[in-house]
């Protein structure tokens, strides 16, 4: 089956975000496709490389990252969202005028537009959303 | 791109103290380039998204309701009401806002946007979807 995943809660506050990892790992693992995951409203900050969670607690945007590396997957994190929460990458953080080295979207996610959400609404067999 | 899908944006919570329902809005806003067929439910609290008469000056947060009666001209004009979520919290349907919208297919008639439905008629609205947004 082709899923999408939406993530609409930041990490860590929420399970929202750990539940949309452990599903999306699993359905992976068993030879599903999954189009796109879009992160939107807090979860908009599940895409940044500054968290530094306890040694012995999960590193839920390395999560991501890491699965985004082995499947080929498509993170992307919405901007207008994005914005209002300080999640930058190099061109929109330079468009701001934020200075050097502002950027703090982590690795294997990218910034883009709401079209984003509902194209993979529309190319998905189901979209699931994980919030509260 | 595939044939039109039905897309149903499930509000489920109160305008202001959340950003739930302002985000939610942007979506539509966005998904209403697309030509699907778009529809919104309000359900819990998400009901007082669409009370009359909102003042958010004190809040000091954008009164974003009147957006909602913008919508027609988007093409989104089903608005389904969930009736027991608005008498549990003492509301009616003249405590709403009226949405309307002109029909393109007869004569650009003006009809309500508004859809009152009870909780058994949401599930079946909800069961006829494609791709349910719930915020």
Known sequence: ??????????????????????????????????????????GVNNGTRLTVPPQDDR???????????????????????????GILDEGEAKRHGKGEGAANI??????????????????????????? | MSEAKKFLYVNRRAPYGTIYALESLEVVLIGAAFDQAVSLAFIDDGVFQLAKGQDTKGLGVKNFSPTFRALGDY?????????ESLAERGL?????MPITYEDENDGFAEKPSLIFVDRAEMARVMRDQDVVLSF
């Open chain 1, 59 to 85: 590193n839920i945007q390395k999560n991501w990252s890491e699965l985004a590396d082995k499947y080929k997957l498509d993170l992307v994190v919405c901007i207008a969202a994005a914005q209002r929460r």
């Open chain 2, 75 to 83: 093409g989104v004009t089903k608005f389904y009401v969930e009736k």
């Open chain 1, 1 to 42: 089956m082709k899923l999408s995943i939406l993530v609409n809660e930041g990490p860590y506050t929420h399970q929202a975000s750990d539940s949309a990892y452990q599903f999306t790992k699993a359905a992976l693992e068993k030879g599903n496709e999954i189009f796109r995951v879009f992160f939107y409203n807090d």
């Open chain 1, 106 to 132: 982590a690795p294997g996610f990218r910034i883009s537009g709401l079209g984003q959400l509902i194209e993979a609404g529309i190319e998905a067999d189901r979209l699931v959303v994980f919030g509260d």
């Open chain 2, 92 to 96: 009616s349907e003249d405590d709403l």
